[in-house]
């Protein structure tokens, strides 16, 4: 519908016919938002020939009172009009409102109202509107759903459930209000009724693709911990995609969104074959490209991901997308300093691109270029705020160059960051990672409560475990319990050096070398360089089984690689 002015022979031409109410199109099936804020700029008011059918009623149908009503909703319609020609809101607002008390069964009239009443703010007075209109016993389906997402916009919850509710009942294949309230249903745990009310959109008669991409598009939203209820809730999405591939749709922009939602059922098969048939016939075309180069990158394949994300760069080298996706290639083979280049590149080419900053900052961490790191995290805190990521990267970079007071303060900034736009980060390698940098920076009670906090979240969680028991042996407490915490740690990771290291240790601390012996001998060889702490306890524990010169040769290793006066006390002393 327009927004056009409306000249005085159409409204005065108006007055001549009774408007029974003015047609409401239904809406299009489109990846918007179901309950977004209504438009702030209002559309039409509903008398434009363009899109208002106008119904004569028998003289014999209509009462005098009901011949009255509508001639005065229309006079105020026309007044309405008139006000809005003078640029007078307030006056017309006053004459449309009257028109729609009068007549409330004017749904575009309705709703058109009650979208300026939300622009202006009147959430009350918006409401109000088309309640009145959605409460008539032949309301259509749509100005249903148009009262629930006002509610919902209000948040008012469960009045927007009873709305969207009454849509569905109203016409069973309003995909708008599927998409409105089934969302809500899963917010407010009802998933049981969620899945009831998908199962009688899946049951209509509708030869639309559009309609079962989006309904199958809702099965994604379930968070299953049942396997087997995981598995029938994808299987059912997947039906509703089928039927809409099998209604064979061309248009490229629905078979975009029909490979997303298989990507998003874990699907990736079929996904791939939908962006590839649509890469071969729009070639110059990015958008099934980058799909393609997404699902390789999750697949681990990452010569195709590669391949699909250098022809995006060869189409538009002025594009940061590809530069940032090959830079996480880079990372994944390792290839740092490629991937350095490559993010830098990402970060020209769109500076407001928040987060290649952060992969930019990762990359050159693991460069160990931890100045310039800290520079570019900078860079993007001053562009962007607080964010958990560039926080905790600032913090591991702080970390690193032994500035212990910044990296904590980095990891308190990062955990608020985190609790208000990203709590799922704050896991438990986050707690672990803050932990072991407390217990660097000498801060031991706080490290061990950091450090179970990360075992709170994930009690097996092996470098934690190990982490916290190997502390506990260096003091000389706990041992019993650090061996059984070690040899967790072991059954997740059998070859792991450190926590062979470890279990040895706490078998020699308990004054049993002979057992620590074959341990430590173990980690030894399966280091991948000599380290001067493995080398050291090796030296400590063939010492204790008799064997002095093999025990003096591990010491002069250890000190070799990094001078320590303890053991060199003890290579002094043998003789």
């Known amino acids: 519908m327009r927004t056009s002015r409306y000249c005085w022979s159409a409204c005065l031409g108006a007055f001549l016919v009774w408007v029974a109410g003015c047609a409401h199109p239904r809406p299009t099936h489109t990846d918007s938002n179901p309950t977004a804020v209504p438009p702030s700029r209002p559309v039409s008011l509903g008398l434009s020939s363009d899109n208002v059918t106008y119904k004569t009623s028998p003289s014999t149908a209509a009462s005098d009172a009901d011949t009255e009503r509508r001639a005065h909703a229309l006079a105020s319609f026309a007044a309405g009009l008139v006000a809005q020609e003078k640029d007078s809101q307030e006056e017309s607002l006053r004459y449309f409102a009257q028109s729609v008390a ?258 930019l900052a990762a990359a050159q961490l693991s460069q160990r270029q931890e100045a310039l790191a800290l520079s570019t995290l900078e860079t993007a805190r001053k562009k962007f705020g607080d964010s958990y990521r560039g926080e905790f990267l600032s913090a591991m970079a702080c970390a690193r160059l032994k500035r212990f007071p910044e990296a904590l303060s980095h990891f308190e900034t990062a955990e608020t960051a985190g609790k208000k736009r990203q709590p799922e980060a704050l896991d438990h390698r986050f707690y672990y990672q803050w932990g072991a940098v407390l217990e660097e920076a000498g801060h031991h009670e706080e490290s061990e ?72 001998e173990k980690a030894s060889k399966l280091m991948p360089e000599l380290d001067p702490t493995v080398e050291d306890h090796l030296g400590d524990i063939l010492n204790a089984v008799g064997r002095t010169a093999e025990a003096k040769a591990a010491w002069e290793r250890s000190v070799k690689i990094e001078k320590n006066e303890k053991i060199q006390k003890k290579i002094d002393s043998v003789k």
């Not at 075992?455 to 000389?476: C, M, R």
């Not at 792991?496 to 620590?516: C, H």
């Open 449 to 520: 409560r950091r450090i179970r906090q990360s075992l709170s979240i994930k009690p097996d969680f092996d470098e934690a475990l190990n982490h916290l028991a190997y502390t506990w042996v260096e003091q000389g407490i706990h041992l019993q319990e650090a061996r059984k915490m070690i040899e967790q740690a072991l059954h997740t990771d059998p070859e792991n050096p450190a926590y062979l290291d470890s279990l040895a240790w706490v078998l020699f601390r308990l004054g049993k070398p002979q057992e620590a012996l074959p341990q430590i």
């Open 102 to 359: 009068a007549d409330p069964s004017n749904e575009a009239l309705a709703i058109d109202l009650a979208r300026r009443y939300w622009v202006l703010l009147q959430t009350n007075r918006a409401i109000d509107v088309v309640r009145r209109s959605a409460a008539l016993p032949d309301a259509s389906s749509e100005v249903k759903s148009f009262l629930g997402t006002l509610y919902f916009q209000a948040r008012r919850f469960p009045d927007a459930m009873a709305a969207f509710g009454a849509a569905v009942d109203k016409d069973p294949q309003n995909l708008g209000a599927y998409q409105a309230l089934i969302p809500l249903l899963i917010r407010e745990k009802r998933g049981a009724d969620a899945r009831r009310l998908l199962e009688r959109a899946g049951n209509q008669s509708v030869n639309d693709p559009a309609y079962w991409i989006d309904i199958g598009s809702l099965y994604a939203l379930f968070d299953e911990t049942d396997a087997k209820v995981k598995a029938a809730t994808r299987d059912r999405g997947l039906a509703c995609l089928h039927r809409a591939e099998a209604l064979k749709p061309t248009d490229p922009m629905l078979l975009q969104r029909l490979g997303e939602r298989y990507q998003a059922l874990n699907e990736p098969v079929r996904a791939e074959a939908i962006f590839r048939e649509l890469r071969s016939h729009y070639p110059n075309s990015p958008a099934p490209t980058a799909k393609l180069a997404e699902i390789y990158l999750r697949e681990g394949k990452i010569k195709e991901a590669k391949e699909q994300l250098e022809a995006l760069r060869r189409n538009n080298p002025a594009d940061a997308v590809p530069y940032y996706y090959l830079g996480l290639v880079a990372m994944e083979e390792r290839e740092f300093s490629v991937a350095v280049g490559h993010f830098d590149r990402a970060v020209f080419l769109k500076p407001e691109f928040e987060g290649a900053y952060s992969e």
